[in-house]
């Protein structure tokens, strides 16, 4: 079955400081998809990235970089010198093609960031 | 222009009543989503309608019923709403996973 696991319910840093979220996924597909959105306060989810299974090059956006690692299932994002307004829930999502060629997506439960000033 | 939006923000009402959730997506996107989370933040997905046909109902009480009138809407009825029904609802769509999952807003349902 299809599963995603992000263990650090929450993360409390220091502004400047460096985090990484961590994110494991469960999957027999050899296709499919890795997401992470971000959810402010205000309540809206918000995307950030989406990575293929095929694809396992890690990505730096700005402050923000990830690091696919298929042979720990894995898909962790890392913060860059945190700032206030990163404060939000993280969740990873793994979409998934069922058998009647529909896609899926499900959620890890949500890493809570909290930057300190 | 708000590529996925929901109506209303937010709903309070009372135990019993029945109500209504409308989506509306411009993306030309195939398939629709809901979905719930709860107050741990927990997000889970209900109904999904690709080019207005159900595909996915994953166990949701027969209260909540979704209708797609054409595939740039899923509307979200709720019978006999519970206190349990409590929570925010997102709507979502996507095009055969090909671009990702573009969300609205949510609402919040708050049953009193």
Not at chain 1, 4 to 11: D, F, G, L, R
Request: glycine share 4%; proline share 3%.
């Amino acid at each position: 079955a299809q599963k995603v696991t992000q263990a650090q319910t929450e993360i409390s840093v220091v502004e400047k400081e460096d985090v990484t979220l961590d994110c494991v996924y469960e999957t027999r597909d050899t296709t499919y998809y890795l997401f992470w959105y971000k959810q402010p306060p205000s309540g809206e989810l918000v995307f950030l990235i989406r990575r293929n299974s095929f694809d396992e090059q890690n990505e730096i956006s700005g402050r923000y970089s990830w690091n696919f690692q298929k042979s720990t299932s894995s898909f962790n994002f890392t913060i860059t010198a945190s700032q206030v307004v990163d404060s939000a829930v993280y969740f990873c999502a793994l979409s998934f093609l069922r058998m009647d060629s529909s896609y899926k997506l499900i959620f890890g439960s949500g890493t809570r960031l909290l930057v300190r000033p | 222009d708000t590529a996925v939006s929901q109506t209303p923000k937010y709903l309070v009402t009372q135990m019993g009543n029945d109500k209504s959730i409308k989506c509306e997506q411009n993306l030309g996107h195939d398939t629709m989503y809901w979905y719930k989370q709860d107050s741990k933040k927990f997000l889970k997905i209900m109904f999904s309608y690709n080019n207005k046909e159900l595909i996915i109902n994953e166990t949701v009480p027969n209260r909540f019923s979704p209708k797609s009138p054409d595939k740039a809407h899923l509307n979200l009825h709720i019978n006999s709403l519970e206190l349990g029904d409590s929570a925010v609802y997102f709507c979502a769509s996507s095009q055969a996973d090909r671009d990702g999952y573009t969300f609205g807003s949510g609402t919040r349902l708050t049953v009193v």
